[in-house]
């Protein structure tokens, strides 16, 4: 805890200044900051969707993900028996992954500029869809070439409970609910931390149903130049 003054109604973070939650040092939850364009980023999903269909992956180590997901932009992430890694084809439809639409990029690059990294140049775009019970187990994101880059989070439906953790698997969690319209981008020290979510209930959202959708903008490629 930082020195309390009478000014300093709202603790440590600077939510009353910029209506940013900072659940981290470089890591920021901005509410409700995606619900202007909802349907816009919906559209987009279904576009996406059309073209590379969610799917549920199986893990290198044997498992099928709970959560289905498919990816747009240069770049998109998959696993199989084989590991996790991103790839410019969608094994499934063998074909390049979708266009990342612009509503994507759009607010991504707003997003990111409002946490404190400006100039955001995500080259992937990897959308997981919920149901209920589905869940992510505790991770990192490492498959990215490219850590100096913040990763941004836009979460559509159902509400969740994301769980942050520390560097190390075994490190204390907070719970942090991300509703409908929520964005988190975490970037610079918080980049490697453990993360997950907690198994979804299912709390009907009015526009989406029993569903939740999270899509993360990533850049996994090369600074530059051809990979
Ligand atoms: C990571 N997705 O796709 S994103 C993933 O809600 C993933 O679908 C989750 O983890 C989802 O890899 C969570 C939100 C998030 C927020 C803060 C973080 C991930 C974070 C802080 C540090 C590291
Ligand atoms: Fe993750």
């Given at each position: ?13 600077d939510?009353?200044?910029s209506g940013r ?7 920021f939850v901005l509410r409700?900051f ?73 607010l991504a690059q707003a997003a990111a500029a409002g946490a404190g990294f400006p100039?955001f ?29 913040p990763?941004v ?30 964005v988190v981008v ?42």
């Open positions: 805890m930082t020195m309390t003054t009478s000014l300093d109604l709202f603790g440590d973070d939510t009353a200044q939650e900072a659940i981290g040092p470089q890591s409700g995606a619900l202007p364009f909802a349907e816009a980023l919906l559209q987009g999903v279904d576009t996406v969707a059309a073209q590379s269909p969610f799917r549920r992956m199986q893990t290198p180590g044997g498992y099928t993900m709970s959560v289905a997901l498919t990816n747009c932009g240069q770049w998109g992430w998959t696993t199989d028996a084989h590991g996790y890694r991103y790839t410019r084809i969608d094994p499934l439809s063998g074909l390049p992954w979708p266009d990342l639409p612009s509503a994507f990029l759009e100039g140049a995500p080259d992937a775009c990897l959308v997981n869809q919920y149901e209920p019970g589905s869940r992510l187990s505790l991770h990192q994101d490492k498959n990215e070439r490219d850590y100096g880059a990763i989070s836009v979460s559509l439906g159902m509400p969740a409970l994301f769980l942050f953790g520390g560097h190390e698997r075994s490190d204390k969690t907070v719970r942090v609910p991300l509703l409908h319209g929520d975490w970037g610079g020290v918080d980049r490697l931390r453990y993360h997950g979510v907690m198994p979804m209930k299912d709390l009907p959202h009015p526009r989406l149903g029993s569903r939740r959708i999270n899509f993360t903008l990533r850049k996994a490629g090369e600074s530059a130049g051809p990979v």
